[in-house]
């Protein structure tokens, strides 16, 4: 039931590595943040892993440092329309961090949270196999408080709402609890291929 | 940090949505739908307001924002946010005031292509976070076309009073670079001028009968005394609900700056209008 608005032919020339809807940002880094930046540093910073696992274990700064560290070089998507192609991240897989404390089998997903209590859930399969890190830093600067840092998650294959800024902890469940932007009205997995951006699509 | 009620054993979370800051229910399933442009007003050289007709128009709160979706021929489309601007009293419609951006796809396709009378594919009310519901005071602060959706808390309110209501106090902090570019100029001038401060970064603004202000982006003075007068300075569920709207320069500085004079972090409730 689609119209064809008259007069219209879009941008041609569209980069195969932006899904439908998105445009790319170039070299700007857009910032999306409901809430006011937080005051979180790399002395204060902390994150707990915690629920359905064998051994809660918080780390600190210097903590996740110690473990052997990840990069990943490609593309995000953020709901709102912006996409940034071929941008880089580093900090550690979230996989390593999973390992240390042992996953029960009950774990079927997570939600992540941060200090100001923004919150986000997840399937437990969307952060474990590669495809989720703990990043501090972004295109090889430490990652700016504006843009999450210290230290925030990174989820990079599903839209950027999912890749909690200063997040401080996750907590394994053996269900699915909506986070923050999925209580608002926001599609619970948010894939960006498929245009998930609100409940229902 | 408390423990958990729910007999998990587990700390509580942190929450955003505190009861200060609670969010309505999202409300039913809201899909694409043609509307029809009764209207196109020009408000500044750069900026025009749609006024789309809705056959499944639901009221929306101040705040609130539909997507206007644009489909070529071949099947391409793009789909942008857009702030509703009229009030919720004013059923059955929606206004968009669409600045335009140099090569903007969609913006400009706006400008150039839609008349009264043109179809446009639109799905909303969206947003459930950076809304006002009037029961609170607010200091509202926005920037360009971040103006749009804190002209409709002033409309929305007026709209209440005018039926009896006692909607809480709010100040509209409205920043433009000059007069010529400030949305809904003499609405903000002239019935909501009690209500509002106008920021101007490159002008000198010496209204009639108004100690003027010099040009200059947003400073603590154009912030403090509304901040004060509201509530904006206390903590807890008594202070007023800070919205600030605009690009991400603008909203970046302005958090600053509200901080600076002592607004606490969670009474701000931010919205960003794509890339800096
Ligand atoms: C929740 C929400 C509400 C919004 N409400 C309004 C509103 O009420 N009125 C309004 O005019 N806009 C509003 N916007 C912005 C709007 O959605 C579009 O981003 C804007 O119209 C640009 O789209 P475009 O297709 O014309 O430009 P594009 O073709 O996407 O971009 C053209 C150029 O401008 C840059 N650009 C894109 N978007 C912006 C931007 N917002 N600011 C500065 N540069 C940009 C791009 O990087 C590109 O270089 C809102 C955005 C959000 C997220």
Not at chain 1, 3 to 31: A, H, N
Not at chain 1, 123 to 152: K, N
Not at chain 2, 90 to 112: K, M, Q
Request: with cysteine.
């Amino acid at each position: 039931m689609s119209v064809v608005s008259e007069g219209f032919s879009g941008r041609r020339g569209r980069d195969p590595r932006l899904p439908p809807g998105q445009y790319d940002v170039g070299g700007s880094f857009p910032v999306l943040t409901a809430e006011a930046t937080p005051n979180v540093t790399q002395e204060t910073w902390t994150f707990r892993v915690d629920g359905e696992v064998e051994t809660p274990t918080t780390w600190d700064w210097a903590g996740v440092h110690a473990l052997p560290g990840s990069a990943y070089e490609g593309d995000i998507h953020c709901v709102t329309t912006w996409s940034k192609l071929g941008t880089s991240f580093s900090g550690v897989s979230l996989d390593v961090l999973l390992e240390q404390v042992g996953v029960r089998p009950s774990a079927t997903h997570v939600l992540a949270w941060a200090s100001s209590g923004y919150t986000t859930n997840l399937p437990l399969a969307d952060v474990t196999g590669g495809r989720a890190w703990l990043v501090w830093e972004h295109e090889g600067r430490p990652l700016s408080a504006e843009h999450g840092g210290p230290v925030r998650m990174l989820v990079p294959h599903l839209y950027f709402w999912k890749s909690t800024k200063w997040v401080a902890g996750l907590r394994l469940l053996d269900h699915d609890e909506p986070g923050f932007w999925e209580r608002n009205g926001y599609h619970e997995r948010g894939e960006p291929w498929a245009e998930q951006r609100y409940a229902g699509d | 940090m408390t423990d958990s009620a729910d007999g998990t054993g587990l700390p509580a979370l942190p929450v955003l949505d505190s009861p200060r800051r609670r969010v309505p229910p999202t409300g039913a399933k809201r899909s694409w739908q043609t509307g029809t442009v009764l209207e196109v007003r020009r408000e500044t050289p750069h900026a025009a307001t749609y006024r789309v007709q809705l056959e499944q128009w639901q009221p929306h709160l101040p705040g609130q924002n539909y997507l206007v979706r644009l489909t070529a021929p071949d099947g391409y489309r793009a789909q942008r946010s857009y702030s509703a601007a009229s009030p919720p009293e004013d059923a059955g419609v929606v206004e968009l005031t669409v600045d335009r951006l140099p090569d903007g796809e969609v913006s400009g396709y706006l400008h150039d292509h839609v008349r009264p009378g043109s179809p446009l594919e639109v799905r909303g009310p969206f947003g459930g976070w950076f809304v006002w519901r009037g029961d609170r005071p607010a200091l509202l602060v926005g920037g360009g076309s971040g103006v749009v959706p804190l002209a409709c808390v002033l409309r929305s309110r007026a709209a209440r009073l005018a039926t009896g209501a006692t909607p809480a106090p709010v100040h509209l902090v409205a920043a433009a670079r000059t007069r010529a570019e400030l949305l809904y100029a003499d609405e903000l001038t002239g019935p909501f001028a009690e209500d509002t401060t106008v920021v101007l970064s490159r002008e000198d603004d010496a209204g009639p009968g108004r100690p003027g202000r010099p040009a200059g982006r947003l400073r603590a003075e154009d912030l403090l005394p509304h901040a004060e007068r509201l509530g904006a300075l206390t903590t807890g569920d008594d202070g007023a609900d800070v919205f600030l709207c605009g690009s991400t320069p603008f909203t970046t500085a302005a958090e600053r700056l509200l901080r600076e004079l002592g607004v606490p972090a969670d009474a701000i409730r931010v919205e960003r209008f794509g890339p800096s």
